[in-house]
């Protein structure tokens, strides 16, 4: 009787186990082709339109669920906290054309024409990500900024 009782055990759980194989197959299989999928480079155009010659680099390119946004400055009057408002703005409207957002930022890189505007600039950056900011390198560029620009930010997101 022990041997039947033991015999059966064994049966039941060696059916509950193939059960359970047999229904995470096809999900595993699902998440393999998924995965096997490469992602692909998007260049995301201002205006929704590629330009007529080659740029010479893009401002905005997606590859998978990365987002990159090339270095943007701000090139009118004002201040550092003008200019670091003015940045950020336009990095998040560049985010949000692509359907990404300020709290998906996970690297910012920040350049500035003069380290003397470093808690300028962090007076307006404060908040301006979220809860959770990205993590950040701050340097002051040797020879300024392109374009007379106080400060240029460049950023890595998810979509």
């Given at each position: 009787?022990?041997?039947t009782?033991r015999?059966?055990?064994i049966r039941?759980g060696?059916?509950?186990?193939a059960?359970?194989t047999?229904?995470t197959?096809?999900?595993?299989v699902?998440?393999q082709g998924?995965q096997s999928?490469k992602?692909?480079?998007?260049?995301?155009?201002?205006?929704?339109?590629?330009?007529?010659?080659?740029p010479l680099?893009?401002g905005t390119?997606s590859?998978g669920?990365?987002v990159f946004?090339a270095?943007?400055?701000?090139?009118?009057?004002?201040?550092?906290?003008v200019?670091t408002?003015?940045?950020?703005?336009q990095?998040q409207q560049q985010l949000e054309?692509?359907g990404?957002?300020?709290?998906?930022?996970?690297?910012c890189?920040?350049?500035l024409?003069d380290?003397k505007?470093?808690?300028?600039m962090?007076e307006?950056?404060?908040g301006?990500?979220?809860a959770e900011?990205p993590?950040?390198?701050?340097?002051a560029?040797?020879?300024?900024?392109?374009?007379?620009?106080?400060v240029?930010?460049?950023v890595?997101?998810?979509l």
């Open positions: 009787m022990k041997k009782n015999r059966m055990f039941r060696v059916t509950a186990a059960a359970v047999a229904a197959v096809p999900t595993t699902a998440a998924s999928e992602p692909v480079k998007k260049v995301h155009y201002r205006n929704g339109r590629k330009p007529e010659k080659p680099f893009n390119i590859y669920n990365l946004i270095g943007v400055g701000y090139h009118s009057e004002g201040d550092i906290k200019h408002k003015g940045v950020l703005d990095i054309s692509v990404s957002s300020m709290e998906k930022v996970l690297k890189n920040v350049y024409n380290l505007d470093y808690a300028g962090n307006m950056f404060q301006r990500f979220g900011p993590v950040r390198t701050t340097i560029a040797a020879g300024g900024i392109p374009g007379n620009s106080l240029e930010i460049d890595i997101a998810t």
